[in-house]
């Protein structure tokens, strides 16, 4: 026992046995009978005892009374009343309640109760209003509903750790403007935005240093809102961590800041979460995840809520940059699909349930500058990854994505069918040819018949478009930035017509195909095109920067570069979805235009946030432009 409990105990034992006589002592009207006194101290002492005893039972020398609630309260309630009936049965059995008043316990109750309440709501306001970090708490507004906003204030009052003092609310609901929580002021609402600068500037006699929302339910469009309202009038902003929940633990106050990805997320979900319940509570090893699909892939992933999130990536900042973005929700290794070593022990250890394979060199240009580690990236990497794959002896899905590029281009107005013949007139065509085929054979030589574990495909995604892009050479990203750096947009080859898409679109594709070849569709188990359909228009390069400029409402001038040292590209490519439409019933939400459009828009709300804001800096590093936060 500890010495606080000892002296708890001690302190409730003298409170019940002063309650005692105090209450006989009022209703004798003040006029003590030292004879009646002295008959009935043992049965004070009787009473004190089994207080105590039910108490220690109902396990309220357990607890921190600091922390306590009406749970606490209704212990002590319970216990008197059972004291007070057992000792009243007592004293009448032994004296026949001679000389005892029958209101004597009314009051005996309703004494010990106030005596026994009172002495620990003082020391807990004593506990509240002396801190000794209350000059250095950080001004805080609140935002949440009621129920969030009154935990979160509940544990700073009571947790001399906090680091944040509450001074405001901003409450959802306009009806609850004007009301108080804990005796901290509703100042505004949700629903009514606009007025909540007005009302912080002119109602609040300080001005707050943080904003925290309390909720972890907010929408998206309220986070930007809120994001660009603290952005703008120079306040941090964070938000508690759903895990944390507010708990009760010591230095529990288990906020994140909120981030430009935390906000700039897609405005509609492609996705038909019903028919992927078999990602819940699986372990998904994406390689690949910083790129524009990985990167993309990880976010969606999460709202199917997997067991474990692992994240593969030989970019360093690549893959620093979307597991901060997750923050605890994921883990990840700077690992390259080269190293076979490597490789093999990360999967043997994580025993993943599904793997989507993305780790690529994606750039035609670049295969022609490097063709030995074009070729070793996406061929052997890829030939890893099967091997490593393989050896698993517990059920696995790989989806594994190759290129729209895969096929032998002629150069006609063709959707290519993923029974068409495969080839590729670079080096990057060629090797992801060369995977799909390296796919076949390796699936008809050591899996089919022969592995009952593991089930894989393919996948040939179009040209993805989406926000978050920075790379250098891609057409999306080139166009944001000699927009927004008031410069020339330059096109190498501006008739090319790709199959364009939103990047949401193939990734929903690779989701409900891998979720019906875990429900045990082997038929599954072969090459799959995502591409737009048959009734979206086919887009050049030139008509997609083109559509950009105009969305973005910019005068940037368009410039063709005439260089016949480029290496060359396809002019024309078209990929054709009916199967997958046909058999996993899946089909593109965008339109191309409505792709350009959320794109744009994801890129005009960063900027709009960051033009005026020096936390962030686009730098131009090992020839590479790129987004970097400054450390504080």
Same mark, same amino acid.
């Given at each position: ?22 209450? %006989? ?14 008959? %009935? ?65 009314? %009051? ?117 809102? =809120? ?83 692992? =994240? ?83 059920? #696995? ?49 050591? %899996? ?162 960051? #033009? ?21």
């Amino acid at each position: 026992m500890s010495f606080r409990i000892f002296l708890t105990i001690f302190h409730d034992l003298i409170i019940f046995i002063f309650s005692f006589f105090l209450a %006989l002592w009022l209703r004798l009207e003040l006029q003590p009978s030292l004879e009646l006194f002295g008959s %009935l101290w043992i049965y004070s002492i009787g009473f004190s005892i089994m207080n105590i005893i039910i108490l220690n039972f109902l396990g309220l020398y357990h607890g921190i009374w600091r922390y306590a609630s009406i749970h606490e309260i209704n212990s002590i309630f319970k216990s008197v009343l059972i004291s007070t009936f057992a000792i009243i049965v007592v004293i009448f059995l032994t004296t026949r309640l001679e000389g005892i008043p029958r209101s004597f316990p009314i %009051l005996l109750i309703i004494i010990s109760i106030f005596n026994s309440i009172g002495p620990r709501l003082l020391y807990r306001i004593i506990k509240d209003n002396l801190r000794s970090n209350s000059l250095t708490q950080i001004s805080t507004l609140l935002v949440g509903d009621s129920s969030s906003s009154e935990n979160f204030i509940r544990h700073t009052k009571t947790d001399k750790n906090s680091p944040y003092k509450i001074i405001a609310i901003i409450s959802f609901k306009e009806k609850s403007v004007g009301r108080r929580i804990h005796n901290i002021p509703i100042i505004g609402s949700l629903e009514n935005f606009k007025n909540i600068k007005f009302n912080i500037l002119n109602k609040l006699k300080k001005h707050p240093e943080r904003i925290i929302v309390s909720d972890s339910n907010v929408e998206k469009g309220v986070l930007e809102n =809120l994001f660009i309202f603290a952005k703008s009038n120079g306040l941090a902003i964070g938000q508690i961590n759903k895990v944390s929940n507010i708990s009760i633990a010591k230095n529990s106050f288990d906020t994140s800041p909120i981030v430009i990805e935390d906000v700039l997320g897609r405005k509609q979900n492609v996705n038909d979460t019903s028919k992927l319940v078999e990602f819940k509570n699986k372990t998904i090893l994406i390689t690949g995840a910083g790129g524009s699909i990985g990167s993309e892939l990880s976010r969606q992933i999460l709202s199917l809520q997997p067991k474990n999130l692992i =994240l593969l990536d030989n970019n360093e900042f690549s893959l620093f940059k979307i597991s901060s973005e997750l923050k605890s929700k994921c883990s990840y290794s700077l690992s390259d699909i080269k190293d076979t070593v490597k490789l093999d022990k990360i999967i043997n250890k994580l025993k993943p349930d599904f793997i989507f394979h993305l780790a690529a060199q994606s750039l035609v240009f670049k295969s022609v500058q490097n063709p030995i580690f074009n070729w070793k990236t996406n061929v052997m990497g890829f030939l890893n990854i099967m091997i490593s794959l393989s050896k698993l002896k517990k059920k #696995c899905v790989g989806v594994l994505i190759t290129s729209d590029k895969c096929y032998k281009n002629i150069n006609k107005k063709v959707l290519y069918k993923e029974t068409d013949t495969l080839g590729g007139i670079d080096p990057y065509s060629a090797s992801k040819a060369s995977s799909e085929i390296l796919f076949k054979s390796f699936y008809e030589t050591y %899996l089919k018949n022969k592995n009952k574990f593991l089930t894989v495909c393919t996948a040939r995604a179009g040209n993805v478009i989406g926000g978050g892009d920075w790379a250098k050479d891609r057409i999306i990203p080139d166009t944001i930035r000699a927009i927004t750096e008031k410069n020339d947009v330059f096109l190498r080859n501006p008739k090319s017509v790709r199959p364009w898409q939103h990047v949401l679109e193939p990734i929903s594709g690779m989701f409900w195909l891998s979720a019906r070849m875990y429900q045990g569709e082997n038929s599954l188990d072969e090459a799959w095109n995502f591409g737009p359909d048959n009734e979206n228009k086919f887009f050049s390069v030139k008509e997609i920067v083109e559509m950009m400029v105009s969305k973005w409402e910019s005068e940037t001038n368009i410039e063709i570069i005439n260089n016949p040292d480029e290496p060359f590209e396809s002019k024309i490519l078209k990929i054709d979805p009916s199967k997958a439409s046909s058999i996993l019933e899946w089909k593109n939400v965008y339109s191309v235009e409505e792709a350009i459009g959320e794109t744009v828009s994801w890129y005009k709300t960063f900027y709009e946030i960051y #033009c005026n804001d020096d936390t962030y800096f686009l730098s131009k590093q090992n020839n590479k432009f790129q987004w970097y936060q400054k450390h504080e």
